[in-house]
């Protein structure tokens, strides 16, 4: 067992002293879903967690208790802006402090591996570096405020499919150099107080028992901090005792408890490695205010909560990608005269992608609200288009009334399974979720509403849940049917949630009574875990053809009468989420062949893409401009519309590759084979497999438009820091090369003002190490007026020339330093000779981006 104890730390000793063995025990098991034991004799309250990361909901999944919702990782990726990093943590642990939160469950700093990872919206790019860097800026916005952060999946969790039990193979260097870097630096570079073990084994052995809990983590990078058990991922005793697993969550109930007890008492377990745990655990709850006499290691004041909408919607538009613009945009301040505003996204976005890292804001601001708000005075047309979303809808709140309170929404009761009423309450929607939240013995939740049909016609009233259901209607029964998940996990009784639906009549005006009996199995009792919703069950998209050609059709209309038309398209909850991946990158429906309508009838048609990841567009080069917004957070309508106008620059880069064609896509499988993900591309993913595969993109990592134009010259290598002595020395493991500053002139020779991210690649075409094309190696963002010059200046450092062999070397001769706006655009190039005496060739020193 490696110990990890700075110096000067004699203040935990006394506490951990007063605790005999049970109570040690007993403090590394969580209290309850959410929060670990208090122990008042030791002055010890308990440390409350919360699932970020792109918001904080606190203890319970409820309506009823808002969230800022701020926008995906991938978007804020996109923006390549530390800074904006640093920001948006400062804004999660306001929350964290409104909510009574100490430890935000977040960033998620696991690799876009492949684009049909059904998390990765919650990643935040392909490459290691751009990935470390904002992990670090965010890590230290939430723990300069006193909130810990929680940089997870530790490590190599970067699919979905069997997560709980995919054994991933990969190599030690692949390792280091790619999904091991993001935590690196969110630990030696933020300080993380909390890393999150992953599910899932890498090479043969689960996470929560893995040695690399030990190496890297804590012998080569010198994390002091606690390792949290992602939920439930601690399966058993004795191995995960003895490796560097400190917290097991949740709790009351866990494998640790009497059999920890049990095995350290038999030697099986040394008493040293719980007294290490416990001392890990208080050092949290020092820096995060949980012990007496400690207060919140903050070192600035949390920003007020009620600027966390402007942040919202400063990041969104940071964030969104102009991926093509044939001079559609900006429109004219004024705006166009009339707009034809189509798709089911402009109305209903999505915000946030699905599974924990969900919240529930106060207020949404879609499309089509946020170019309503920013041009009153324009004609705006709004059509459906197709239909995306599939499965059970949850019926709007607004059309409900609560029978016995007469508030909007619904009423529940929770039973036990004696029947006995444990709590009756009003909840505001139809979409319900409780996370260990559940009434103490609930056998069986209740819920009646009184619902207003806004149409008249025929609806497939149904739930989403997995248990036993019973629905009636006006005390008729409707159904009465057992529904199993798609697996045995709590996860799939979450987020892959089974469906029954019966058509009933709707008529507009006329009152419905409708009570719904959720009896839940045994593994929702004991867990207090649940979730349902009620709803209208959508048309599949087999079924919806005829809709969709009437959608269409209408969309057409709308967008020949319109100056412009605005094509909103996105991705559905069933699509991306966590708990799978995904099947395919097209995007669902008809929405292809509305697209390719629309344009078609208006040569200014704008489409907006409402993803968190990678989609397919294979209308993109006959539409006059193609703007993405990731999932947008709650102001995306908002942003949308700054963005629009002109009022605020699209500022993002692409933080993955974006594929032509499903086909191209160079690393692609997320599915085990009988049991094993095998990585066999090794350090050859995203950006770097697809120049070593010879494919051309729709999209390169790096790339985006704005609204203005740059010209980049003079690039210089500056005098090579020699600190580091004997850089030639490639067999020596310290030697890490030397950090090189770099500068180069940018101008914007554009007529607004405007931002560029420019990005620095290494090569080497010589090597006898396998090594990708090109790497990145460092990046730059420079804001300018128009006709204004600005110099860059940029390090490289010494670990950008470095690979892993049993230690970090640094290879000597020639590598190549290319400089541009992406990963396939780098006009600028010179020559770095790394050896005895360090010396550079430029190749190039003037061109335009």
């Known amino acids: 067992m490696t110990t990890c104890r700075p110096a000067a730390e004699d203040y935990l000793e006394t506490p951990l002293g007063a605790l005999t063995l049970e109570q040690k025990v007993r403090l590394l098991t969580g209290a309850n879903f959410w929060s670990t034991h208090a122990e008042p004799a030791i002055g010890l309250r308990s440390i409350v967690f919360s699932d970020g990361p792109s918001g904080v909901r606190g203890v319970v999944w409820d309506e009823r208790d808002p969230s800022l919702n701020l926008p995906s990782a991938t978007a804020l990726a996109a923006s390549w802006d530390v800074n904006l990093a640093y920001r948006y943590g400062a804004a999660l642990a306001g929350e964290a402090r409104r909510k009574g939160v100490d430890a935000v469950l977040g960033p998620t700093i696991n690799l876009q591996r492949s684009p049909l990872a059904g998390r990765g919206f919650e990643a935040f790019s392909e490459d290691p570096l751009l990935t470390g860097e904002l992990a670090s800026a965010y890590v230290r916005g939430l723990q300069d405020h006193g909130v810990a952060a929680s940089p997870k999946h530790y490590v190599a969790n970067d699919s ?94 866990g494998p640790w408890g009497a059999a920890l007890v049990d095995a350290v008492r038999d030697g099986r377990v040394p008493a040293d490695a719980v007294d290490e745990k416990v001392r890990r655990l208080l050092r949290l709850a020092a820096r995060v205010g949980a012990l007496d006499g400690a207060a919140p290691r903050a070192v600035a004041p949390t920003p007020p909560v009620e600027q966390g909408p402007a942040l919202a919607r400063e990041v969104c538009a940071a964030g969104m990608v102009l991926l093509r613009n044939d001079g559609a945009l900006p429109w004219p301040a004024g705006g166009p005269r009339s707009i034809a505003l189509i798709g089911e996204h402009s109305a209903l976005p999505r915000t946030q992608g699905g599974g924990s890292a969900t919240v529930l804001p106060a207020q949404v601001t879609s499309p089509l609200d946020g170019l309503r708000a920013a041009l009153p005075g324009t004609h705006l047309v709004w059509s459906r288009g197709v239909p995306v979303r599939q499965g059970i809808l949850a019926l709007p709140s607004a059309s409900l009334t609560d029978p016995v309170s007469a508030e909007p929404g619904l009423r ?13 309450e009003n909840r505001r929607a139809a979409d319900l979720v409780w996370l260990g939240t559940l009434p103490e013995g609930t056998a069986t939740v209740e819920l009646r509403t009184r619902y207003h049909p806004g149409e008249t016609g025929p609806i497939r009233l149904g739930v989403a849940a997995a248990g036993h259901l019973e629905v009636h209607l006006d005390g008729s029964p409707v159904f009465d049917t057992d529904l199993a998940p798609d697996g045995t996990s709590l996860g799939a009784a979450l987020f892959q949630r089974p469906t029954a639906a019966a058509e009933v009549d709707a ?83 008809a929405q292809d062949d509305l697209v390719r309508a629309v344009a078609a009838a208006n040569p200014r048609t704008v489409v907006v893409v409402n993803s968190g990841g990678p989609v397919t567009m294979p209308w993109r080069d006959e539409v006059a401009a193609v703007l ?74 790096g790339h985006g438009l704005g609204y203005t134009t740059w010209d980049i010259a003079d690039l210089t290598i500056d005098t090579i820091d020699t600190t580091d002595a004997g850089a030639g020395d490639a067999d020596d493991a310290d030697n890490l090369g030397h950090s090189v500053p770099v500068t180069f002139t940018a101008r914007n020779t554009g007529q607004r003002a405007g931002r560029q991210v420019f990005q620095a690649y290494l090569s080497k075409e010589e090597s006898t190490v396998d090594r990708p094309v090109c790497w990145l190696a460092g990046f730059a963002t420079v804001r300018a007026e128009p006709d204004s010059q600005h110099q860059v200046r940029l390090t490289l450092p010494a670990r950008a020339f470095a690979h892993w062999d049993a230690g970090w070397h640094t290879e000597p001769g020639s590598y190549t330093l290319r400089i541009g706006t992406d990963a396939m655009h780098l006009p600028l190039a010179a020559r770095i000779s790394v050896g005895a005496r360090p010396s550079y060739t430029q190749q190039s020193s003037r061109t335009r981006p």
């Open 412 to 424: 529940a009761r929770y039973l036990g399974a004696d029947g006995r009423e444990l709590l009756d």
């Open 160 to 253: 979905e499919t069997e997560r709980l039990t995919a054994d991933v193979d990969v190599d030690e260097r692949t390792l280091r150099e790619l999904y091991l870097v993001p935590f690196e630096w969110a630990v030696t570079d933020a300080g993380a107080w909390l890393v999150m073990s992953a599910y899932n084994s890498v090479r043969g052995t689960t996470m929560t028992e893995n040695a690399l809990l030990s190496t890297p983590l804590c012998t080569d990078w010198g994390f002091d901090g606690v390792v949290v058990s992602d939920w439930t991922a601690v399966r058993g005793t004795e191995a995960s005792a003895r490796a560097r697993q400190d917290l097991v969550m949740p709790g009351p109930v």
């Open 507 to 589: 008529v507009a005006g006329a009152t419905r009574d409708i009570t719904v009996r959720f009896h839940l199995p045994e593994v929702c009792r004991s867990s207090r875990i649940a979730a349902i919703t009620l709803g209208a069950e959508a048309a599949t998209w087999s079924a919806a053809e005829g809709i969709a050609a009437e959608g269409i059709a209408a969309a057409v209309a709308s967008a020949r009468a319109a100056e412009v038309a605005v094509v909103v398209v996105g991705t559905t909850p069933q699509l991306e989420s966590e708990g799978f991946d995904r099947t395919g990158l097209a995007l669902p429906g």
């Open 628 to 701: 993405l917004g990731w999932f947008g957070g709650q102001e995306f309508g908002h942003a949308l519309a700054d963005v629009l106008l002109g009022h605020t620059e699209p500022g993002g880069r692409l933080p993955t590759t974006w594929p032509a064609t499903e086909a191209d896509v160079p690393v692609l499988n997320t599915t085990p084979e009988n049991g094993l993900l095998r990585y066999d591309e090794g350090i050859h993913i995203g950006y770097r497999a697809w120049l070593r595969a010879g494919h051309q993109p729709a999209y390169p990592f």
